[in-house]
């Protein structure tokens, strides 16, 4: 294992944090919640998604968030798309930076997901990269389900490596290995996160992970030290895909900032803001948060 000493931290909050919430957050406290991500160092930010209001009530606002964005040249606002149309509304915003394409590891999976099969949203995915270059924009995508399947079960290394290289074909900024579901284990993200890299250099690899069964942590952790170079997190802990049963929050944005930063690996981030955003997203909520370090004392204590 060789450690890095700096990762690039993703914000994934406003989007992956919010998108399975029940009670629906104000477009107000999104863009509040965003400038507070700001505020506490985060230059890449997941701010929305452009999909189908009916299915994601969430992000039925997304237009009216792009329009309340601050100006910063800056941060770099993500817009997660799932196809072309989904793209082109993101484009029309001229806010979003970069363009957050999707393609899913198994078939049952991409079918719920956003209805076509797994080679399908490769191609989609292809497509979406292909605009956003068309367009000025930068592009990045995610393998779903990269290590375990909610209908399918097991996925096989050489499925996600197959669906690496094709999608590097059409130059996203990175490769993402999304533990969906949260069923990963460090031994099997080392393993994976490897070869990924090896498959795809000089791309770098990006990892989301979820924190269903406590794996989420010490996944972050093996990732970095097989040579992931961006990690994504959601402040509080926040997180869930409504088409996926069983996915709980994403890792915590404070949690992984504190593992990182005592243990050497740079992340840009302020924790102490972090905390402090997180305590309020919180009462925004109405309920504790899952992440554990805005619950715990301060170490070290400041002199």
């Not at 802990?237 to 593992?259: I, K, Q, R, T, W």
Request: net charge negative.
């Amino acid at each position: 294992m060789s450690i890095s000493d700096h990762i690039e931290f993703v914000e994934v909050g406003p989007r992956d944090g919010l998108q399975n919430e029940a009670v629906l957050v104000s477009t107000q406290n999104k863009l509040a919640l965003t400038n507070r991500a700001i505020d506490a160092g985060a230059r890449r930010i997941e701010v929305t998604s452009f999909v189908n209001p009916k299915r994601v009530p969430q992000m039925a606002d997304a237009e009216d968030i792009c329009a309340g964005l601050p100006d910063r040249d800056d941060v770099t606002f993500i817009g997660l798309v799932m196809n072309l149309r989904g793209a082109e509304r993101a484009i029309a915003t001229g806010k979003i930076d970069q363009l957050g394409a999707v393609a899913v590891a198994t078939d049952t999976f991409a079918m719920a997901n956003q209805g076509q099969s797994s080679n399908e949203s490769v191609e989609a995915a292809k497509a979406i990269i292909a605009l956003a270059h068309a367009e000025g924009r930068s592009a990045q995508c995610t393998i779903a389900a990269s290590f375990g399947c909610p209908f399918e079960g097991e996925v096989a290394d050489k499925r996600v490596i197959e669906m690496a290289v094709a999608i590097a074909e059409a130059g996203p900024v990175e490769i993402a290995l999304a533990d969906t579901i949260g069923v990963g284990n460090p031994a099997h993200v080392a393993r994976l996160v490897t070869e990924i890299r090896k498959a795809v250099n000089p791309l770098p690899v990006r990892v989301h992970f979820h924190n269903t069964r406590n794996t989420g942590l010490a996944n972050v952790w093996a990732a970095v030290g097989a040579g992931a170079r961006v990690v994504d997190a959601s402040l509080g802990g926040l997180g869930g895909c409504p088409f996926a049963p069983g996915a709980a929050g994403n890792v915590p944005s404070e949690d992984v900032v504190y593992m990182l930063e005592r243990a050497g690996v740079s992340t840009g981030m302020n924790l102490q803001s972090l905390i402090e955003a997180s305590n309020w997203l919180s009462e925004i909520m109405g309920r504790k948060l899952p992440g554990m370090v805005a619950q715990s004392p301060s170490f070290p204590k400041a002199a």
